[in-house]
């Protein structure tokens, strides 16, 4: 059993950073691909970036990609997703995932196995 606790969720200025961190509780994380969504008021959950067990291995959504990036410390049980140049169609509220398919960078949410609480992100324009 993995739990997942996000954090880092804020209100921003367009055009400024975030950096969302999720810890996971269980000594399996590291075995697992870790993945972020978003997801806004009356809109369907969405993915974000994902990221192999091992780190080496990264893949993002066109709509953020060369913005965010997606990271992990095993040896802390965290995953970070660092938000740059921020959107107000970035405002949502983001979750944290793992898939037991440690080397799988799935997109789509019913392939993860755990997820978070959500931490809001607000982008003021």
């Known amino acids: 059993q993995v739990q997942l606790v996000e954090s880092g969720g804020g209100l921003v200025q367009a055009g400024g950073s975030l950096r969302l961190s999720c810890l996971a509780s269980?000594?399996?994380?590291?075995?697992?691909?870790l993945g972020w969504f978003r997801q806004a008021p009356g809109k369907e959950r969405e993915f974000v970036a994902a990221?192999?067990?091992?780190?080496?291995?990264?893949y993002y959504a066109d709509s953020v990609k060369g913005r965010f990036t997606i990271s992990r410390d095993n040896a802390k049980n965290t995953v970070y997703l660092q938000m740059n140049s921020l959107k107000p169609e970035d405002t949502a509220v983001y979750y944290c995932?793992?898939?037991?398919?440690?080397?799988?960078?799935?997109?789509?949410?019913?392939?993860?196995?755990?997820w978070g609480q959500g931490t809001q992100v607000t982008v003021s324009s």
């Open positions: 995932a793992g898939n037991r398919a440690g080397y799988v960078l799935a997109v789509v949410a019913g392939e993860y196995d755990y």
């Open positions: 269980g000594r399996t994380f590291r075995r697992y691909a």
């Open positions: 990221i192999s067990w091992s780190g080496d291995s990264t």
